[in-house]
Nanobody
Framework: QVQLEESGGGHVQAGASLRLSCRPSGSMFSYAEAWFRQAPGKGREFVAS????????NYADSVKGRFTISRGSPQNTIDLQMTNLQPDDTAVYLC???????WGQGTQVTVSS
């Protein structure tokens, strides 16, 4: 089993930055792989993904140039640096592992205009 714990969410003003982290734990070793987000009343949306050694990265068009995904410390963690946050970025941000088999509970990001 894999547990994923997200941290770093908060309530900020438009234009601010936040850094999210996702840490895997549990009986099965795993790399955290991707960030998704879910806004109220909407489906889960892909944000960014990174492979195990960090040399293959993908972003949703809506966050390109503003968000940066990276491997953290230890290497199986992932971070999401979010800059120039906008009200449309308001959502619960969740990380996933093992091809989206495992999910964290999420961390709330709220951006006020």
């Amino acid at each position: 089993q894999v547990q994923l714990e997200e941290s770093g969410g908060g309530h900020v003003q438009a234009g601010a930055s936040l850094r999210l982290s996702c840490r895997p734990s549990g009986s099965m070793f795993s790399y955290a792989e991707a960030w998704f987000r879910q806004a109220p009343g909407k489906g889960r949306e892909f944000v960014a993904s990174i492979n195990w050694n960090g040399d293959l990265i993908n972003y949703a068009d809506s966050v390109k140039g503003r968000f940066t995904i990276s491997r953290g410390s230890p290497q199986n963690t992932i971070d999401l640096q979010m800059t120039n946050l906008q009200p449309d970025d308001t959502a619960v941000y969740l990380c996933s592992a093992k091809g989206n088999t495992y999910w964290g509970q999420g961390t709330q990001v709220t951006v006020s205009s």
